[in-house]
């Protein structure tokens, strides 16, 4: 993915999903969702430790200007450069920046969302400046050439079958639908360009404000190659990712591998502050952090909204979510689906072009459950609705006008009883033209959308008569 | 004598009459003294729950005036309708007004009908026979907004010759959503072909459920699918004699 969006269009990518996504996609994450559910079990202080990690995030939401300007004095004396980006242009120039002035042909890049923002692949690439992903499923999905489908697990949407066909046309083999071969053949051929490669690129997980520390944490071990083999490291991060100290980190890390995999931490956990500092060292020659906000501090003036920087992106309100589940992440247009998806990418593109995102759930509240930082998505989405049907501080409405119209009427004839009486009154008799067999099998629009799927129960509409005339004795003297 | 006020819920006015017959006579076989306030019309949920808010503030006013003429709890058959009153009403008017003071009093006194049985009038056999394989769907804002996790069970369990068998993923949505059918019926289609898909696994021939909307999905989609097994609201099951 390289552009950001000019429309997502949700409606129209749920009506044509291939029957493989949501086949493949529910697979994985009822995997995911066993194992968090049992890592949480073991862990009886699981509700104080959420408490916690949203009470932290939300103070270093609100004191963000302190601790950024802490963490890039302390990265500054561990010998690191700091770049500030306003826009993905920014971020994207800025790394360009740094790859022409040594002289970079091949870069190895580590799994990282900000750089999936960004579109910094793309970017690169037409700068004749090879970018190579070394995650699995990072390298599986840069093949195929798409975006993620989801936060954790990029290539969720494939099966293993279409990895080895994908494997087969792009690299010019025979490969097989054995996981492990797969994956053996993957790491030859990164193999090979971790060694070479000029420049390491990765995102991060957090930045520790009091030591100026970079957290990654990873399961696959490409991540430490990346930022160790190279003689240079880059790093684009979001300006959310900022933590105050390590002992916020402690919380943090026991409910990101939990909450994201199922597992009580990931298999490497890295701690990166600047360079390395003498020969014999391990680490790069230079480190660079590029903070990136691209719109960020805007939605941080908003009081509600800006609750989705508390996330962690662990993808846990991805694998609870039906519709997620159903319509899997590409249906969400851009580097980020699922709830998350939803609730940011709205705030981020503008209203205007993911207006149909905050309408993308049935607002069931699976996600608030499991959220490890209490994130609280079903409010996110109905202010984001509310941007989008009422218009608020930030945008005018954007519904269409006969939905507004309908919603004005609909909102007087509730207000006042009589209307709303009468309706009942008449319905039921209107609506018997389109009944058969006890059942509404096609309705006229807007019900037709209902009907298409499942028929619609009859109207019936008695009880209030029935309470005036028909009710047995007891109790009548209490009607109104 | 405990007394109640009948919410019935504009889906419940509109297509479950016998729901709210049975829930009447229910209540009053327990010894309630219950009333129905003609005046009310819908909670307005689904003009907030779409982005209205403003267009919310009448609807909610005028089902506060009719529910305001008696101290009496207010009783529903959905969770879901009972929660707008009891969690966002409140956040439609200014703080200090008495709209927002009349909001705070109505949601302090409005109960989910399991609820109100179990909890208030702390009743959990209400004598019903129903000699059936029963399957449970949980409903996700009688579940997770109103956190009534035990109750319908604790009432199902109560009922004589009712066989109680599992539902798989019970606690995942059922696609229902209010205007999520028509918005994103696709979606919707596939969240409801999964539920009716754990329905018919479960072995059972009637599945219960606590809210008129995930009901008519439920019902619609099993007579879609051409299965037998009957789509029922708790309170008719449980006035099954």
């Known amino acids: 993915m390289s552009e950001p969006p000019a429309y997502i269009g949700f409606e129209e990518y749920s009506e044509h999903i291939p029957a493989s996504i949501p086949a493949a996609v529910q697979q994985a994450t009822s995997r995911f969702v066993s194992g968090r559910a049992a890592r949480v079990a073991e862990l009886p202080e699981w509700e104080q430790l959420r408490q916690a990690g949203s009470e932290i995030r939300l103070h270093t939401i609100e004191n963000m200007d302190v601790y950024l300007a802490q963490l890039e004095e302390k990265i500054l004396s561990a010998g690191g450069h700091v770049h500030w980006a306003q826009t993905a242009e920014d971020a994207n120039r800025i790394v360009l920046q740094i790859a022409k002035e040594h002289n970079v042909k091949t870069a190895v890049k580590s799994k990282s969302m900000a750089t999936e923002e960004i579109g910094l692949n793309h970017f690169l690439e037409k700068e004749n400046i090879q970018i190579i992903e070394t995650d699995l499923g990072e390298y599986i999905i840069q093949l195929a050439g798409t975006g993620p489908s989801h936060i954790i697990v990029p290539a969720v949407h494939l099966k293993k079958e279409e990895i080895a066909a994908i494997f087969s046309e792009k690299l010019d083999m025979n490969a097989p639908a054995d996981p492990i071969e797969l994956a053996r053949i993957a790491r030859e051929i990164l193999r090979e360009k971790f060694l070479t490669a000029e420049m390491g690129i990765s995102g991060g997980n957090f930045l520790v404000a009091e030591t100026g520390t970079l957290v990654m944490v990873t399961n696959e071990g490409n991540g430490r190659m990346c930022t160790t083999m190279p003689e240079l490291h880059v790093a684009v991060v979001g300006i959310d990712k900022i933590i105050p100290d390590w002992e916020s980190l402690t919380v943090f890390l026991k409910l990101l591998a939990r909450s994201a995999t199922g597992q009580k931490l990931s298999t490497y956990t890295q701690f990166i502050t600047g360079p390395r500092h003498e020969e014999g060292e391990f680490g790069p020659k230079e480190f660079h952090l590029i903070l990136l906000d691209n719109g960020r501090s805007n939605i941080l003036q908003d009081p509600i909204g800006r609750e989705v920087f508390k996330c962690i992106r662990c993808g846990a309100c991805a694998n609870v979510c039906p519709v997620y589940k159903n319509v899997g992440g590409f249906a969400y247009g851009w580097f980020i689906s699922g709830p998350i998806g939803a609730i940011l990418s709205p705030q981020m593109l503008g209203i205007k072009t993911a207006r149909e995102l905050p309408y993308a759930s049935t607002l069931c509240g699976a996600c608030a459950d499991v959220c490890p930082v209490k994130i609280p998505i079903p409010t996110i989405l109905r202010h984001l609705r509310r941007r989008v049907a009422e218009g608020d501080a930030i945008s005018l409405p954007t519904i269409p006008v006969p939905i507004r119209a309908a919603a004005g009427l609909s909102s007087l004839a509730l207000a006042h009883n009589w209307i709303y009486r009468f309706g009942a009154l008449i319905l039921p008799t209107l609506m018997s033209i389109f009944k058969r067999n006890g059942w509404i099998p096609s309705a006229p629009y807007p019900l037709s959308r209902w009907t298409k799927s499942r028929p619609l129960p009859p109207f019936t509409s008695h009880f209030r008569r029935w309470w005036k005339t028909a009710r047995p004795t007891q109790g009548k003297d209490s009607t109104r | ?241």
Request: hydrophobic share 40%.
């Open chain 2, 1 to 241: 004598m405990p007394k109640a006020q009948l919410f019935i819920t504009c889906l419940g006015d509109q297509f479950y009459t016998t729901t709210l017959q049975n829930m009447t006579h229910i209540l009053e076989r327990l010894g309630v003294d219950v009333s129905f306030p003609s005046e009310q019309t819908c909670c307005g949920q689904p003009l907030f729950n779409n982005g209205f808010e403003e267009k919310t503030r009448p609807v909610a006013l005028n089902f506060l005036r009719a529910f305001s003429k008696s101290d009496a709890p207010i009783v529903a058959p959905s969770g879901s309708c009972v929660s707008m009153v009891k969690h966002h009403y409140a956040e439609l008017f200014k703080e200090g007004t008495p709209e927002h003071a009349l909001a705070v009093d109505i949601a302090s006194r409005t109960y989910e009908f399991t609820e109100y049985l179990v909890n208030v009038l702390k009743v959990t056999d209400v004598g019903a026979v129903y000699p059936h394989k029963v399957t449970y769907h949980a409903s996700c804002h009688y579940l997770r907004e109103m956190g009534l996790k035990t109750e319908a069970k604790t009432l199902l369990n109560q009922v004589k010759g009712l066989e109680f068998v599992q539902l798989k993923e019970e606690e995942t949505c059922c696609g229902f959503g209010g205007a999520f059918t028509v918005t994103y019926p696709e979606v919707s289609r596939s969240m409801m072909e999964n539920k009716v898909k754990d329905i018919v696994a479960s072995g059972a021939d009637t599945v219960v459920m606590c809210e008129p909307g995930c009901l008519m999905n439920v019902a619609g989609g099993l007579h879609k699918a051409g299965s037998h097994i009957r789509a029922m609201h708790i309170i008719d099951l449980l006035s099954s004699q």
